[in-house]
């Protein structure tokens, strides 16, 4: 991106952060409100030839305002074979999820899916404003359905399972999709070894050449 796209980011990233349309203007009405404070989570970059697009943040990213700041990250940078500084670079990776804040929990104490306002306000803008994107690493179904469009199958595993048919489509950028690196995964990873033996080989090699 050149210099005179630099204020552009700048005001995006000023945007986001002031963000609170989930608490004002909820989509399925006021009763639905973000009962929280609102605290967008995401990292815009104009040199990362690699963008994270996960879910939404828990409430440990929530709190500190850093991405994956949890255990889900940990798995993530073991899949991804980097190390923490290098994953916080923003010059080697953008982190935008498809919902900026914290959506809250179940009843069932699990995590609330990405809020629904998020993705038709902002997703567009952001990857319209970070055209230098080369490869879109598309974790869990949220994600998958927003990136892959109409081709992507109904099931999480099925969209992973045809990975190499995504990520080798002619279209800029590519997309991987990835499951959600949460340990409450661990199971799926167990059923599906080709995850571990044919996908991440190739996932560590892509990334590495595009972060050198």
């Not at 080697?92 to 498809?98: N, Q, T």
């Amino acid at each position: 991106m050149t210099d005179s796209g630099a204020p552009h980011l700048e005001e995006l990233r000023a945007s986001i952060t002031a963000c609170r349309i989930c608490r004002d203007s909820p989509a399925r009405g006021e009763e639905h409100a973000l009962p929280h404070e609102p605290r967008p989570v995401a990292v815009i970059s104009d040199s990362a030839r690699i963008l994270i697009a996960g879910q939404a943040p828990g409430l440990r990213v929530h709190e500190s305002g850093l991405p994956f700041n949890d255990a889900s990250g940990d798995r993530l940078r073991q899949w991804l074979a980097v190390d923490r500084p290098t994953f916080y670079d923003a010059k080697k990776f953008a982190i935008v999820p498809m919902g900026f804040c914290f959506p809250g929990y179940d009843r069932h104490g699990s995590d609330l899916p990405p809020r629904r306002e998020c993705a038709p306000l902002w997703r567009q803008r952001v990857m319209d404003a970070m055209p230098q994107i080369e490869l879109v690493l598309a974790i869990g179904h949220y994600a998958q359905r927003w990136h892959l469009g109409p081709d992507c199958p109904a099931s999480m595993t099925e969209t992973v399972q045809n990975w190499q048919r995504y990520v080798m489509r002619n279209t800029r950028p590519a997309v991987l999709p990835l499951p959600h690196p949460s340990w409450r995964n661990t199971a799926w990873l167990r059923k599906n070894p080709w995850f571990e033996t044919d996908m991440l080989p190739y996932l560590r090699a892509r990334v590495a050449r595009l972060i050198s």
